[in-house]
């Protein structure tokens, strides 16, 4: 029901664009966006979006580099983060994940997570 691409190797200063295809589901209820979880430490939030009203959330550690944006069709909902100026420390799996309205956007709160994919920045 959530399907994401679009990880792979870059340099640092460099972008990618990660996309979550949402399906099966009343994404309309549900605000959808990304975790990431680097070697070593816990999963944590980076964005997400709501796919009612539009409105985002962003880690401190991504604002002003990332941005999430959606696609909504009548029967999916597509998300995507583009990721800019991207460090070493963004290195990471990154998963997307759907939390339903109104709550929380962090793990307890995930109903549906896709696959993850690798994002790695080289130095």
């Known amino acids: 029901q959530l399907q994401a691409s679009g990880g792979g190797l870059v340099q640092a200063g460099g972008s990618l664009r990660l996309s979550c295809a949402a399906s099966g589901f009343a994404f309309d209820d549900y605000v959808i966006g990304w975790f990431r979880q680097a070697p070593g430490k816990e999963r944590e939030e980076v964005s997400c979006?709501?796919?009612?009203?539009?409105?985002?959330?962003?880690a401190d550690s991504v604002k002003g580099r990332f941005t999430i944006s959606s696609d909504n069709a009548k029967t999916t909902v597509s998300v995507y983060l583009q990721m800019n100026s991207l460090k070493p420390e963004d290195t990471a799996v990154y998963y997307c994940a759907a939390v339903p309205g109104g709550n929380y956007f962090n793990e307890a709160g995930v109903d549906f997570w896709g696959k993850g994919t690798q994002v790695t920045v080289s130095s």
């Open positions: 979006i709501s796919s009612r009203d539009g409105s985002t959330y962003y």
